[in-house]
Every structure is written in structure tokens, then in C-alpha cells.
């Protein structure tokens, strides 16, 4: 016995896309579709609407909706120090150039809930230049950056953090980064301190910095490839000469107009400098 | 077996004793079978990154691990890459996508399963071997609904029964093949 599946038909996702764009200027347009519709029909599904139009209105009618809408249907799964084996060549290979800098600027871009910019706190600190660092985290979802910025997370994921850290080459008892209190971990305000949260969207905003380093990791797989061009343009314009970019595991820059200014510092890992 | 439509793309999924019927299917494939094959397995991260070369050892057909943006091409095995799911746009290209695990499992069967048939619907063929997950069985009921091919692998043979027997229980599907009765199948296309 089966039962006919609820689904968005693809003109329909592109029309709602486009009213999304038109009322609250969030571009989804370039998004991967068959990630984004899957992600889109099971959030549908999950409220239980009585009908595909009664959910529209919901949406158009109810900005804060809107908004847990968008973070629903982005992706927000991260963990700290997740392939330690790049948070290695990060320690060993990355932090030491970039310690010969008066002041280090890292660009932590579709941050969301942080992780991956506290683990790079808990490195610089340890190499003794987290007082020059400044660390920009950004998101284009104010929920997930308001939690990045408040440095806590579950405790029950600490384990499995410690044990990427001890894999990424940490050699001090991860726990001393932060207080346990009931099942929460809050992290040491000192990292925090050298932090900077802000709401950007990679699709629709332009450069504000200038950095040493930046990281995108996994979130070019979800953009399609003209915006995935677009966005890595922005890198390109926001990286210092000899800067370095990091992307996910499954992430290029090798079709992409910026790849002839740059070198594969360590191509397993995705991690590239710019020459020029 | 006949088919009322040409099938165009073969997706594999498997978790544990899936690998053993692979390696048995691949190598008895007629040289002329072009047709693009998706495999999707439950992989073990840190141990198993030779699964591309073990399969390529076994078969003449171009064998890698997917990767986004990529297009699905005649004569063509792509392997989900462990951690990530597989989807399939419009345009036959490849994403892959980290969101969380389903069914315990990242790569999952359903999500490539779901994603193929919605976009190839009755020009899929979709093939459940050995497992100890129910991995798989939403998918082909999703796929089975647009028109696909489902094959699922007799569960007497399988190594581990789990996941044939509830993809079997959970759908109206009549083709429950032995090893040899999916190569058949499969250099009938």
C-alpha cells in the first residue's frame, strides 16, 4: 500500500522563490534546487498545513515566520574542528605565516552557529595570536549568528568536539575552553572577545574587509555554479595578496574565473593562495 | 523482463554486504552497457576512501566518486562521497549537500533515491541490495509512485537481510531478484 507523496512542483518553488525575493529581498533564486526544494517540501510537510496556499500566506503575512523559515531551509550542520585533518594543516602550516602579521583579520563566511569560528579561536589562541586576531563571523541568518555570538552550545556534543580537537592536534583538555552548566558549554569570553558577528549574505552583499585568511566551507555546494562564481569574485576582492582560502572537502575553485591568481597551497584539504 | 521505457539512469543503494554483490555485478556487465549507474553505500569514512579504485579494478566503465555540478554521462559510475548526500538537478548534474543524516546515514539512499526519481521518474531503475538499515524503502516508495523501476535483491541471498525485507514489506514490488537476475536485468537496457 502506498500513499501519493505531498511534492512542490519545480514552477512552483521558482514562482515562490521569486515573491521571497520581491517581499523580503532574501535571493534564493541561484540556490542548488534539488537540495533547497527537498529542504523546502520537508519544512512544508513538518507544519502540517492544511494547503500548499494556506502555507504561502502563512509566509507572506508573518515576517518571524519568514525568518525561522530561512533557517530551516538553509543548511546549519557544523561541529567544531569537523575534518580535523584540515584544522591540522590550519595549525601547522597556515597559523605560523600568518603569525608574522602585526594583525590577522579571518573571515568566517556562512558562519552559522559558530563552531567552526570558535575552534579557530581556540587554535589562534593557542599559537599565542588570538590579541591580534580579529575573527568576522557572518550568516545571512540573524537567528544563527545571534547563537554564534553567544558562545554557547550543547554539552552533550563536547565528546565527539574534544575528540576532533585531540584529531586536529590540540594537546590541552578541551573542557578548560568552557564552563559546563546543566546541558549547556558556554565558551571563554576571551574568545569571544576577538570575535565580530554580523548578518551578510553572500548572494546580495559586497565586500567590507580585508583578510588574511578566509573560510567558506561547505556552502558553495548549495549555490549554483554562476553564483558560486559570484561569491568566489568576493573572496577574491576581500583577500589580501599572499591570503589564504579555505573551502569544503568537495568545493573548487578550479572552473571559477579567480582560479589563475591562486595556488593550491594544499590541494586535499582546499586550501588556496592568492599570487597576485 | 520488457521495458516500456528506456531506462536512463541506475541507482545502487546498500549499507553492510551491499559491496560483495557490487563486486559480483559490475564485472558481469555486457561491454556495451552504457547506461549511468549512481551508487549510494553507507560508508565508513576513515577506512574506506579506496572504494573508487576498488570498483574501477572490477569493471571497464569510468568509475569516481561524484562531484557537484558534475553531469551524469553515458558509460559512467559515480560513487556518493562518504558524508555528503547526493542529489540530482533538473539539468542531470550532480549536488551534493550536507544537511543532516537520514536514517542514521549521510550519504542516504532515500535522499538520492527521491531526488532521481523526481527528476528521471519512469526512466530510473532503482536497485536496494543487502543491508542493516531501512535505508532505501522510502525512496523506492516515492519512486514507485513517478513510474520508476524498483529491483530489489532476494533477500535469501543477501548477506544481511534487513534492508531488502522491509524495502520488500513496505512496497507493492515484484521484481525481488537474485545476483544473477540483476545482471540480466541490467545488460537488458
Known amino acids: ?276 | 523482463m520488457a521495458q516500456d521505457e528506456m531506462i536512463e539512469l541506475v541507482i545502487i543503494g546498500g549499507s553492510s554486504g551491499s559491496l560483495d554483490a557490487i563486486l559480483k555485478i559490475l564485472p558481469a556487465l555486457d561491454p556495451d552497457f552504457v547506461t549511468p549507474i549512481i551508487i549510494v553505500l553507507h560508508r565508513n569514512i576513515a577506512s574506506d576512501s579506496m572504494l573508487e579504485e576498488v570498483l574501477a579494478a572490477r569493471t571497464r566503465l569510468k568509475v569516481t566518486e561524484a562531484e557537484e555540478k558534475e553531469k551524469i554521462t553515458p558509460g559512467h559510475i559515480y560513487v556518493a562521497p562518504p558524508d555528503y548526500h547526493l542529489l540530482i538537478e533538473k539539468d542531470h548534474t550532480l549536488s551534493l549537500d550536507y544537511s543532516e543524516k537520514v536514517n542514521y546515514s549521510r550519504p542516504s539512499i532515500d535522499v538520492s533515491i527521491e531526488s532521481a526519481a523526481e527528476i528521471y521518474g519512469r526512466k530510473l531503475a532503482c536497485i536496494i541490495l543487502s543491508g542493516a538499515n531501512a535505508d532505501g524503502t522510502k525512496g523506492v516508495v516515492y519512486a514507485e509512485n513517478m513510474g520508476s523501476k524498483i529491483i530489489i535483491q532476494d533477500p535469501a541471498e543477501a548477506l544481511v537481510t534487513f534492508m531488502p525485507e522491509h524495502a520488500i514489506g513496505h512496497t507493492s514490488v515484484k521484481n525481488i531478484l537474485s545476483i544473477q537476475g540483476i545482471i540480466l536485468f541490467l545488460n537488458s537496457l
Open chain 1, 1 to 276: 500500500m502506498t500513499t501519493v507523496t505531498s511534492k512542490i512542483e519545480w514552477d512552483e518553488l521558482e514562482s515562490l522563490l521569486v515573491d521571497i525575493t520581491d517581499q523580503y529581498g532574501y535571493d534564493f533564486s541561484q540556490y542548488s534546487k534539488a537540495s533547497l526544494q527537498r529542504r523546502i517540501l520537508s519544512f512544508y510537510l513538518k507544519g502540517k498545513f492544511s494547503s500548499y496556499a494556506e502555507f504561502k500566506n502563512r509566509l507572506f503575512d508573518d515576517a518571524a515566520f519568514f525568518m525561522y523559515f530561512v533557517e530551516e531551509v538553509t543548511v546549519n550542520v557544523t561541529e567544531m574542528f569537523r575534518d580535523p585533518a584540515f584544522y591540522k594543516i590550519l595549525r601547522k602550516k597556515i597559523l605560523p605565516i600568518l603569525a608574522t602579521y602585526p594583525f590577522i583579520r579571518i573571515w568566517h563566511a556562512g558562519c552559522s552557529t559558530g563552531e567552526e569560528v570558535y575552534s579557530m579561536a581556540i587554535m589562534l589562541k593557542e599559537a599565542n595570536i588570538l590579541h591580534k586576531s580579529l575573527l568576522y563571523a557572518t550568516d545571512l541568518n540573524p537567528t544563527v549568528v545571534e547563537q554564534a555570538k553567544s558562545g554557547i552550545f550543547k554539552v552533550n556534543a563536547m565528546q565527539q568536539y574534544s575528540e576532533n580537537y585531540i584529531n586536529s592536534g590540540g594537546q590541552k583538555d578541551f573542557s578548560t575552553y568552557y564552563r559546563a552548566n546543566y546541558n549547556l558549554a558556554k565558551f571563554d569570553e576571551e574568545l569571544t572577545s576577538r570575535m565580530v558577528f554580523s548578518t551578510h549574505n553572500l548572494v546580495s552583499d559586497s565586500s567590507f574587509n580585508e583578510f588574511q585568511l578566509i573560510l567558506c566551507r561547505n556552502v558553495l555546494i548549495y549555490f549554483e555554479k554562476k553564483l558560486q562564481s559570484r561569491v568566489l569574485e568576493l573572496f577574491d576582492k576581500s583577500l589580501d595578496n599572499l591570503g589564504f582560502l579555505a573551502l569544503g572537502s568537495k568545493e573548487s575553485i578550479k572552473f571559477s574565473s579567480i582560479v589563475s591568481s591562486y595556488i593550491p597551497f594544499d590541494a586535499k584539504e582546499k586550501i588556496w593562495r592568492k599570487m597576485k
